[in-house]
């Protein structure tokens, strides 16, 4: 909204709805229910219309069926939905199609746009007319779309839809990756927004009252008479909230009061968003403090570096960035990162870029990489475990871009590698340490990419795959070094050359994105946990090797899954949590999934927490109990939500999604959660007529998942 008065006040031809609610009434409902859509319909193009102009009909048709097909049409047309203000048109992009089948989802590899979709983009360059198109926030479906990473041709779907208008994207300053995907696949200028404020989430309702009563215990004097009553008051609080057991009482008052301490001090300082980002709308003085403060926290910053970030912050760079780019001037730009610990991401507005990928991992990423790889052993064996042989490892683009790549260095220190560099610094492959410096076994670790992962970090993958091989040529012990047994014992067992039984890093095919757990865990159509992981291994079955070419290997793959004894994933920023987007289940949720079937049992599923400090790594359990306290049953979270309006109540319902799916994938959800959740969001009458009047269609998914999650029996 404010963009559009930003345009009408530099002269475009526009006529800007009166408020934000008019606008979303009049893009979102409109005449949405007339027509059975999502939104309201702006056009519809007769199918024969749509047939004499589209030239890839045949391939269409051959993924989706005759024209119109079935998505935004009435069976003789396709309907654009959006509106039109002026000479500004305000469309709603079509979703992929496939969502809601779950067969589709488990093998369609992708190979066309629906009809609605290629209907969409030619709407609006040939009949609106457009000059240039908008995208307007991250994570749209057209970059995404079927062909090659890089360097696309005719045969691509994302340059056959875009042509050649020119493209702006408005993008969040922490995602250098998605956006680096953006710039290759769909020729996008890039224009940073800032990502929301952040507080410390504090202390709310029973867990303010628990911590009086550790307090008092805490200043008890030694053999105080009312201690026996008062660790009864604190176990029976405790029980209330879910964080221990009302019975037997505690043996060891002592021990068990220091444990919640040490919990509700977490849960106090933990870091949350506060709320949403408004582009035009500068955080206010209150918001900046505390940005301010979690800045100086976590990287401790100089004043100066500080000062100059408030008063960036203080002024709106977005909204004039905006209009530069769309008056197709120069944008300056600026390297992506997490603004509490990157502040030269300010101001926004400016066009975004990664990285230099012939010096990644840093020194700072191999040392930082190596601490966390020990804390996962370690925290790992601290539950009786022995040192694990096999690791499955999720390594996403976006957190290595933001963190010099600290999560593949985690990867090359857990199999005893270092990156090898060449007289002028750059990237040429990986080396060994000797295991006298390594001072444990080499770990097999099976290395899972995003598909992001893999089109922005070609050497690195290369790089991981070398040093898998060369742990498995080693001349060393099979009790010294697991990587070479594990691939010594399968190429016995397949007869396979070692090339091949050294393979570790897998990923899409080339051109594809994602494992669709996420989109059938959506669906809410798939039947039993292991559609899930069937999803997971069609779709991530392909094999990286050294010389960088993808080779379909699902035996392989599904072999080194039945080797792997916990799955890990890092955590790089503050805004998202693992259950705030979808994608970590879709990733270290779906190689869970796959590796309990191969294994026949469950398995650990840990979290390195890297957004403060030094990290931490916490057991999946322990991170979603931590973020359902802090976050989705927090007032100041969803208050901080709920004043923003419509597209809050989506995101309590992502929340409650990304949590079920958790559960589906690993189940290492605590059934009180569900509970909790159920109390705060739809038990509360208050609550539920709240949402229900802010966003009818989300109120009501947050009340159907949670009953799904009790049919599920979570």
Not at 460 to 467: D, S
Not at 550 to 572: G, H, I
Request: include cysteine.
């Amino acid at each position: 909204h404010h963009t559009l008065r930003a345009m009408r006040v530099e002269g475009y031809d526009v006529i800007p709805p009166a408020t934000v609610d008019d606008l979303r009434q009049a893009v979102l409902y409109g005449n949405a229910a007339r027509f059975g859509q999502a939104a309201n319909v702006a056009a519809r193009i007769p199918a024969d219309d749509f047939v004499a102009r589209e030239p890839y009909l045949r391939e269409i048709e051959a993924q989706w069926g005759p024209a119109p097909g079935r998505h935004q049409s009435d069976g003789s047309g396709i309907f654009v939905l959006g509106a039109q203000f002026g000479n500004v048109f305000v469309g709603v992009q079509p979703v992929f199609g496939y969502e809601g089948d779950p067969m589709r989802l488990l093998f369609e590899r992708g190979s066309a746009p629906t009809h609605a979709f290629t209907a969409f983009y030619r709407y609006m360059a040939q009949d609106f007319g457009a000059d240039v198109v908008l995208h307007f926030g991250m994570h749209g479906a057209l970059e995404f779309m079927p062909g090659k990473q890089t360097g696309l041709g005719a045969g691509c779907w994302p340059d056959r839809l875009i042509a050649d208008l020119p493209n702006v994207y408005l993008y969040a300053a922490n995602n250098p990756s998605e956006s680096a995907l953006a710039k290759r696949r769909i020729g996008a200028t890039i224009v940073t927004y800032l990502t929301p404020p952040v507080t410390k989430a504090g202390l709310y309702k029973g867990l303010l009252d628990l911590k009086a009563s550790l307090n008092r215990w805490r200043g008890l004097p030694p053999g105080a008479h009312e201690a026996l009553d008062l660790a009864l008051l604190i176990q029976a609080q405790a029980s209330e909230l879910d964080l221990c057991a009302a019975e037997p009482v505690w043996a060891d008052p002592a021990g068990a009061t220091d444990a919640l301490w040490r919990n509700l001090i977490e849960y106090e300082d933990s870091l949350i968003p506060l709320g949403l980002h408004i582009v035009g709308a500068p955080p206010d003085a209150v918001e900046r403090a505390e940005l301010i403060a979690a800045m100086a926290e976590v990287e401790g910053a100089d004043p100066l570096t500080l000062k100059r970030a408030d008063k960036l912050m203080a002024e709106d760079h977005e909204t004039p960035g905006l209009l530069r780019a769309l008056e197709g001037r120069f944008i300056r730009p600026v390297p992506g990162g997490d603004l509490l610990r990157s502040p030269q991401i300010l101001p926004t507005g400016r066009n975004l870029h990664a990285f230099d990928p012939f010096r990644m991992p840093t020194v700072f990423a191999l040392r930082d990489g190596a601490a966390q790889a020990q804390r996962l052993i370690e925290c790992h064996t601290s539950k009786g475990a022995d040192l694990p042989r096999s690791i499955a490892l999720v390594l996403w683009g976006a957190d290595n871009i933001k963190s010099d790549g600290g999560p593949i260095a985690q990867a090359l220190a857990l199999m005893g590698a270092r990156p090898r560099f060449d007289g002028y610094g750059r990237l040429s492959g990986a080396e060994l340490v000797p295991l006298a410096d390594l001072g444990r076994p080499r770990i097999d670790v099976v290395m899972t990419l995003s598909g992001i992962f893999r089109d922005l970090l070609p050497l690195q993958t290369r790089m991981l795959a070398e040093a898998a091989y060369l742990a498995a040529a080693a001349d060393e012990p099979a009790e010294a070094n697991f990587v070479r047994a594990h691939a010594l014992d399968y190429a016995a067992r397949v007869g396979c050359d070692l090339e091949t039984a050294a393979l570790r890093v897998f990923s899409n095919a080339e051109g594809a994105y994602g494992s669709n757990v996420n989109l059938l865990i959506d669906s809410g159509a798939w039947n039993d946990e292991d559609d899930l992981a069937d999803a997971f291994e069609k779709r991530k079955c392909f094999a990286y090797g050294r010389k960088g070419a993808p080779v379909q290997s699902a035996k392989l793959m599904a072999t080194m899954l039945a080797d792997v004894e916990l799955a890990y994933q890092n955590l790089e920023s503050v805004e998202l949590g693992v259950t705030t987007v979808d994608h970590y289940f879709d990733t270290l949720g779906g190689i869970g999934r796959a590796v309990k079937r191969a294994r026949g049992t469950d398995t650990p599923v840990y979290i390195g927490d890297q957004t403060r400090g030094d990290g931490k790594v916490r057991t999946l359990k322990e991170q979603v109990a931590l973020e359902t306290r802090t976050r989705a049953l927090n007032p100041k979270w969803f208050e901080g939500l709920l004043k923003h309006g419509h597209e809050c109540v989506h995101q309590i319902e992502a929340q409650v999604t990304n949590t079920l799916g958790w559960s589906a994938t690993t189940g290492q959800v605590d059934p009180w959660v569900y509970q909790q959740l159920a109390e705060t969001y739809v038990l509360d009458p208050e609550m539920r007529a709240r949402i229900a009047e802010l966003n009818p269609k989300a109120s009501v998914g947050i009340a159907n998942r949670l009953l799904e999650a009790t049919e599920r029996k979570y």
